[in-house]
């Protein structure tokens, strides 16, 4: 793969991370990741330390390089201890080329009570028009069995609650794993402030979301306009 190719990412990665900061749904911890096309490497943020702190303040060249075994190949610091969510993500999941974990509260909180979050915004609905997978332990993700267990609940879908952890949202580009864990953080506190009214929210149904996905933009604007909210 050219080094450019490379480069491109761990600037998308940094700009993940930059995002996910300025949103709330990240601090010190948390971590994404995104695979080089074609092989089984892995560019990941590094684990939290006198360093490497808010990550809104990390660069391309502080990601390191890791192997599906969650060896590390290349950079400074050590990988994340959870870097087994990622590797399994890839190793169950051909069609996974990034994989983001964070723990934002809302829909950590819905996960942690076991409240689905249900589809009832137009334009991120169709994210959990399947319910969300929940992996009921709170366990750090830190050897490959664990890792196992997590990809095997996530199955086909996009994102998943670790219930009293946080969440894993997975996609076939970074910028789209990213999207996917805001949505899931829009849905859960749109779900937590009509259950906080005492009503009972409209399920929007399969129609409408089809409709809504026809007319609407892709996910490129979506992540310009984010990228403009960080200032990026």
């Known amino acids: 793969m050219a080094r450019a190719e490379e480069r491109e990412l761990r600037q998308q990665l940094a700009e993940s ?14 971590h994404p990741s995104v695979r080089l096309p074609g092989t089984d490497r892995v ?27 969650g060896n590390l190949l290349e950079g400074a ?15 169950q999941r051909p069609d996974v080329q990034a994989v983001v974990h964070t ?3 809302m829909a950590t909180v819905m996960g942690a009570a076991g409240v689905p979050i249900l589809p ?65 953080e829009r849905l859960a506190e ?3 402030r009509v259950r906080a009214m005492g009503a009972s929210p409209r399920v929007i149904p399969a ?6 996905q026809a007319h609407g933009v892709g996910w490129e604007v979506r992540w310009a306009y984010y990228r403009e909210q960080a200032g990026l």
């Open 120 to 184: 009832i915004l137009h334009v991120e609905g169709a994210l959990v028009a399947e319910p969300v997978p929940l992996w009921p332990c709170a366990k750090l993700v830190t050897d490959a069995q664990l890792g196992r267990e997590l990809a095997d609940t996530l199955g086909s879908h996009s994102v998943c609650h670790l219930q009293g952890h946080g969440i894993v949202s997975v996609g076939p580009t970074l910028p789209e794993a990213t999207l996917d864990a805001i949505w899931l």
């Open 103 to 105: 723990h934002q509260p």
């Open 207 to 212: 129609e409408e979301l089809h409709q809504r």
């Open 77 to 91: 610091d050590p990988p994340p201890g959870e870097r087994f969510i990622h590797t399994a993500m890839y190793r």
């Open 17 to 30: 991370c930059q995002v996910l900061a300025r949103l709330g749904l990240v601090d010190y911890m948390g």
């Open 190 to 192: 749109a779900n937590w």
């Open 43 to 69: 560019l990941i943020k590094p684990q939290h330390s006198l360093r490497i702190r808010s990550q809104d303040r990390l660069t391309p060249d502080d990601f390191v390089l890791i192997d599906l075994d």
